[in-house]
């Protein structure tokens, strides 16, 4: 059974910086792309970055680029996203999400999160001013 488990999520001040972890099991990273998504109340789900399984490409939001860096360890299976110059309005849930779909990260403009089939609990992140 494919689990994903986020963790690393907090407080932090503007400018700050964290790293979330996704923990995978039931399943081998280079067997999945690995998306990181987040969400605030009232809003629709945002994709933020992925990392493509087979061949570890990535790829961001507009909205993250140059500030979010998505990692992976094979051995740990485990998929990181380094988040670094947080912004208040990078306050929200994180989630990972897994999927078979080939070139699910890399083939689409957008983050198409309907493609990932598991899904993480999601972590807490709040940037305060």
């Known amino acids: 059974q494919l689990q994903l488990v986020e963790s690393g999520g907090g407080r932090v001040q503007a400018g700050g910086s964290l790293r979330l972890s996704c923990a995978a099991s039931?399943?081998?990273?280079?067997?999945?792309?690995i998306g990181w998504f987040r969400q605030v109340p009232g809003k629709e789900r945002e994709g933020v970055s992925c990392?493509?399984?087979?061949?570890?490409?990535?790829k961001y939001a507009d909205s993250v680029k140059g500030r979010f860096t998505v990692s992976r360890d094979n051995a740990k299976n485990t998929v990181y996203l380094q988040m670094s110059s947080l912004r208040p309005d990078d306050t929200a849930v994180y989630y990972c999400?897994?999927?078979?779909?080939?070139?699910?990260?890399?083939?689409?403009?957008?983050?198409?999160?309907?493609?990932?089939?598991?899904w993480g609990q999601g972590t807490q992140v709040t940037v305060s001013a």
């Open positions: 999400a897994a999927t078979d779909v080939v070139d699910s990260c890399t083939g689409f403009s957008d983050f198409a999160p309907n493609i990932y089939g598991s």
């Open positions: 039931g399943f081998t990273l280079d067997s999945h792309d």
């Open positions: 990392i493509d399984g087979s061949t570890g490409r990535t």
